[in-house]
T-cell receptor, first 114, second 116 residues
Framework: NAGVTQTPKFRVLKTGQSMTLLCAQD?????MYWYRQDPGMGLRLIHY???????AKGEVPDGYNVSRLKKQNFLLGLESAAPSQTSVYFC?????????????FGPGTRLLVL | AQTVTQSQPEMSVQEAETVTLSCTYD???????LFWYKQPPSRQMILVIR??????QNATENRFSVNFQKAAKSFSLKISDSQLGDAAMYFC?????????????FGTGTRLQVTL
């Protein structure tokens, strides 16, 4: 049982390049989330999904797209990377249980955009 | 919109001593959930403790306990008998009671150092 995994762990991009971050969970969770963490700030929600085939915007969605084609995977895409997207990205998943649900986080992906 | 404030960027505690991390939040909701997450150097976010706002009793998990003051919108974390492994960033987080997904609002974090 690997929990939540993220690929890659670290990536350097040039401005304007595109990439996709992969999140996978093996806990059969319905909900999945993408956050970004910047220095001096808490985690901020980018996009989330409440089930296969569904996605919704979070607090800071601009510049990102997501897809949830399979229940266990949640992809975060950057179509044209900008230096402002330099950050650490965390994926999380949870099983709906009202407010008592616990979010399980992946180890993070560090992205540097030059 | 809800906001979560952690006014202590850094705290230090000696091993075996007790430390309290502060958190305040702003919301117009009456029912909600509050959390403390720990982020060690590995960056993995780990749930430490959870509090339901409708419960008056403060949550406890082994050496971790909270002081939840609903009227003051305060949610502090007390770590007793501090251990070297407690050194980490600690984030306070808020979740509204309603909603189809557990959308968390995080504070900016408190870095806890544990010294010998």
């Amino acid at each position: 049982n690997a929990g939540v995994t993220q690929t890659p762990k670290f990536r350097v991009l040039k401005t304007g390049q595109s990439m996709t971050l992969l999140c996978a969970q093996d806990m059969n969770h319905e909900y999945m989330y993408w956050y970004r963490q910047d220095p001096g700030m808490g985690l901020r929600l980018i996009h989330y999904s409440v089930g296969e085939g569904t996605t919704a915007k979070g607090e800071v969605p601009d510049g990102y797209n997501v897809s949830r084609l399979k229940k266990q995977n949640f992809l975060l895409g950057l179509e044209s990377a900008a230096p402002s997207q330099t950050s650490v990205y965390f994926c999380a998943s949870s099983y709906p249980a009202g407010g008592t649900e616990t979010q399980y986080f992946g180890p993070g992906t560090r992205l540097l955009v030059l | 919109a809800q906001t979560v404030t952690q006014s202590q960027p850094e705290m230090s505690v000696q091993e075996a001593e007790t430390v309290t991390l502060s958190c305040t939040y702003d919301t117009s909701e009456s029912d909600y959930y509050l959390f403390w997450y720990k982020q060690p150097p590995s960056r993995q976010m780990i749930l430490v403790i959870r509090q339901e706002a409708y419960k008056q009793q403060n949550a406890t998990e082994n050496r971790f306990s909270v002081n939840f003051q609903k009227a003051a919108k305060s949610f502090s974390l007390k770590i007793s008998d501090s251990q070297l492994g407690d050194a980490a960033m600690y984030f306070c987080a808020y979740r509204p009671y309603t909603g189809t997904a557990s959308k968390l609002t995080f504070g900016t974090g408190t870095r806890l150092q544990v010294t010998l």
